[in-house]
């Protein structure tokens, strides 16, 4: 498998220094060490925050650029693809920085902050992007623009470029409905997994009838249909290889069940998966690679929240991702060491970026996109394991949807069930 060249724009070690007559707005409601933001903008990309931490201002009056920060932060950064890349390719572009002090929310549609100043930093990645080596475009200090006559706030801010192959994948169609999988290269597409899906609800029951050679219908449809509506259990996605042998797998194995006098599945009571690689010779051992836990957020914007969690040698967890997607837009799922947030630990596993995977919006036809970082790709089979993750997560958008609401037939039973 052959790569796509990313490039990605890090923005790190920001912090501020305020001038002497300068207060941080809203002190009063946001009484915090870092009372002051950045908005960051690059044309064609999404605007991005990040709070700024302050550094003494003894010495902002002497511009010595020699020293960096006592303390930092960083942003999510800039992700460029293929075509990003050649988009940009001979033509310089600018990251434009604004300075606010306050708070970062809106407040009934007002914003926290007040502008405090600006300024761009030219980023020129060459004739030929996607060749870009490292690449350093600015690291010290800056002085913001600001009004005339008032005195001038000072940003320490590191920007460069660091190329960040990755290998993208493709489901042909929904996860529940066993599509193939391609590998994406340009606009070359090879197929290089199948995956097959079943909702086996009544896995106890048939084993136990399977004991006397006979695989039996315990239930019917509409009682099938009335148990999906108080729980959803049995999920499996299986993902096999061009030969058709098994190299991953996702598991329901913690049932989605609504909280008591409600209709959602809530984060007291999540659903789960456990995300599983071949393990010795047998096809029919399995070992835990990772663990993913999903739930319907409240709040004012309605959310599938997840968390996964890597599985160590000693059965221990350690949680790597967290986040939110939109449930009406969809968003992103991903994996990133640079970051990590909540309780989400800075693991020496995940460094850089892992993982990152489309989930469209609930009741949207949805054939996940995934890019998997090179580095963390060592054969095919690892490869799988990232695409089980994806499908797992997508599948939970549906296991996560509101209990009032119906499914679509190939998430209330398996193929089995149709015969």
């Known amino acids: 498998m052959d790569p796509c060249p990313f490039v990605r724009l890090i923005i790190e070690s920001l912090a501020l220094k305020l001038p002497f007559a300068t207060k941080p707005a809203g002190s009063g409601v946001h ?44 942003a999510p ?23 606010y002090t306050g708070g970062m929310g809106r407040t009934c549609g007002v914003s926290g902050g007040k502008l405090l100043g600006k300024l761009q930093v030219s ?20 002085t913001l623009r600001c009004q005339p006559g008032k005195p001038a706030a000072r940003i320490h801010l590191a920007c460069r470029a660091e190329p960040d192959p990755r290998f993208v994948f493709q489901f042909g169609g929904e996860p529940e409905c066993s599509p193939v999988v391609f590998q994406i290269q340009g606009s070359i597409r090879q197929p290089v997994f199948s995956c097959k899906f079943s909702a086996d609800r009544n896995s106890r029951s048939r084993n ?126 991903e994996i990133d060491g640079r970051t990590v947030r909540g309780s989400v630990s800075r693991s020496a596993s995940v460094k850089g970026f892992v993982m990152g995977s489309t989930v469209e919006g609930e009741g949207k036809v949805s054939k996940p996109v995934l890019q998997v970082g090179v580095q963390h790709v060592t054969c095919t089979a690892d490869a799988a394991l990232f695409v089980a993750l994806s499908a797992a997560v997508d599948l939970s958008m549906d296991a996560c949807r509101l209990f009032s609401s119906k499914l679509r037939k190939e998430l209330c039973h398996d193929d089995q069930d149709g015969l």
């Open 123 to 142: 980023v020129d990645l060459g004739k030929n992007a996607e060749s870009c080596r490292s690449t350093v475009f600015q690291n010290g200090w800056l």
């Open 208 to 333: 136990a009838s399977s004991s006397n050679g006979a695989w039996t219908k315990t239930f019917s449809t509409r009682e099938r249909e009335k148990a999906s509506r108080r729980e959803r259990k049995g999920w499996m996605i299986m993902i096999h290889d061009l030969s058709g042998s098994p190299v991953a797998a996702a598991s329901m194995i913690t049932p989605f069940v609504p909280s008591p006098g409600s209709d959602r599945v809530s984060r007291s009571n999540p659903g789960a998966w456990l995300i599983l690689r071949p393990h010795g010779f047998s096809v029919s051992t399995w070992k835990p690679w990772g663990r993913l836990e999903a739930w319907r957020e409240r709040g004012a914007v309605d959310g599938l929240g997840y968390k996964f969690e890597l599985m160590t040698e000693s059965n221990g967890r350690v949680a790597i991702a967290e986040g939110t997607v939109g449930v009406k837009k969809g968003g992103r799922f």
């Open 31 to 74: 009484p915090t060490a870092t009372p002051c933001f950045c908005v960051l903008k690059i044309k064609g990309f999404p605007t991005q925050t990040a709070l700024l931490p302050l550094c003494s201002s003894s010495n902002s009056s002497s511009h010595d650029d020699s020293s960096g920060p006592d303390t930092a932060t960083s």
């Open 77 to 99: 950064g800039f992700h460029l693809d293929a075509a990003a890349l050649r988009r940009v390719s001979g033509k310089p572009v600018s990251l434009r920085v604004s300075v």
